[in-house]
């Protein structure tokens, strides 16, 4: 369970190393991103849904992080023109949940799933091809590394904002850590958790990095 969560937190950190402005929200709205509105239902959804297939908590704010990195990361791939085939995403989504088929059948069981789960692959996708990457380099940690600075990079000119109820984005970052709200656990496993956060954010998936 922890391997699989740590894959999804290693696409989530991505948009808590990123900047942009912020902005204000619409009613209704749990955030915007550039052009795109994530409402309050699509967070809501998202959170039940992910719960259901991982069977642990995924909380709100864990799903409006990935969803807020998701959406920031499709538009800058379309700024950049860079495409991402249905052969890709998927490789993306299995690495995603650690290589683990059945937690993948799993997330192909709903819409609500499926499709967080390939936006997740297609934004990892699009995050190593920023580097120069291909598909191939998923677990590579040098061009993750170079991936995400070069998401940090292009999305200095997009605006992002989110609603008060999810807490305050500030300097790209929402102050709810996305490791204290993947599950309600004690604050040992807390801790660890982090450790493996700060471990994915340099090597996604493959975790064995420097914190």
Request: with cysteine.
């Given at each position: 369970?922890?391997?699989?969560?740590?894959a999804l937190?290693?696409?989530?950190?991505?948009?808590?190393?990123?900047?942009?402005?912020?902005?204000g929200?619409h009613?209704?709205?749990a955030?915007v991103?550039g052009?795109?509105?994530i409402?309050v239902s699509d967070v809501?959804?998202?959170?039940r849904a992910?719960s259901?297939?991982?069977?642990q908590n995924f909380?709100?704010v864990?799903?409006?992080?990935i969803?807020?990195s998701?959406?920031?990361?499709?538009?800058i791939?379309?700024?950049?023109?860079?495409t991402?085939?249905?052969a890709e995403?998927a490789?993306a989504?299995?690495?995603?949940?650690?290589e683990d088929?059945?937690?993948?059948q799993?997330?192909?069981?709903s819409?609500?799933t499926?499709?967080?789960?390939?936006?997740?692959g297609t934004?990892?996708?699009?995050t190593?091809?920023?580097a120069?990457?291909?598909?191939?380099d998923?677990?590579?940690q040098?061009k993750?590394q170079?991936?995400?600075?070069?998401?940090?990079?292009?999305?200095k000119?997009?605006d992002v904002?989110?609603a008060?109820r999810?807490?305050?984005w500030?300097?790209?970052?929402l102050?709810?850590t996305?490791?204290?709200?993947l599950?309600?656990?004690?604050?040992?496993?807390?801790?660890k958790?982090k450790?493996?956060?700060?471990?994915?954010?340099?090597a996604q998936g493959?975790?064995?990095?420097?914190?």
């Amino acid at each position: 369970m922890s391997t699989r969560l740590r894959a999804l937190g290693a696409v989530a950190a991505i948009v808590l190393l990123t900047g942009g402005c912020a902005a204000g929200t619409h009613p209704g709205a749990a955030a915007v991103v550039g052009k795109t509105e994530i409402s309050v239902s699509d967070v809501d959804n998202t959170s039940r849904a992910v719960s259901s297939a991982l069977g642990q908590n995924f909380s709100t704010v864990a799903a409006l992080n990935i969803l807020v990195s998701n959406a920031l990361v499709s538009e800058i791939g379309q700024q950049k023109s860079i495409t991402v085939t249905p052969a890709e995403t998927a490789a993306a989504a299995l690495s995603s949940v650690g290589e683990d088929d059945s937690m993948y059948q799993k997330f192909q069981g709903s819409a609500d799933t499926r499709d967080f789960l390939n936006a997740v692959g297609t934004a990892s996708v699009i995050t190593v091809k920023l580097a120069g990457g291909t598909i191939k380099d998923l677990q590579n940690q040098a061009k993750l590394q170079q991936g995400v600075l070069a998401v940090r990079e292009a999305s200095k000119g997009i605006d992002v904002a989110v609603a008060p109820r999810f807490g305050k984005w500030s300097d790209g970052t929402l102050d709810n850590t996305i490791s204290g709200s993947l599950s309600k656990e004690s604050d040992q496993t807390a801790a660890k958790r982090k450790a493996a956060e700060n471990a994915a954010q340099q090597a996604q998936g493959q975790g064995q990095g420097q914190g």
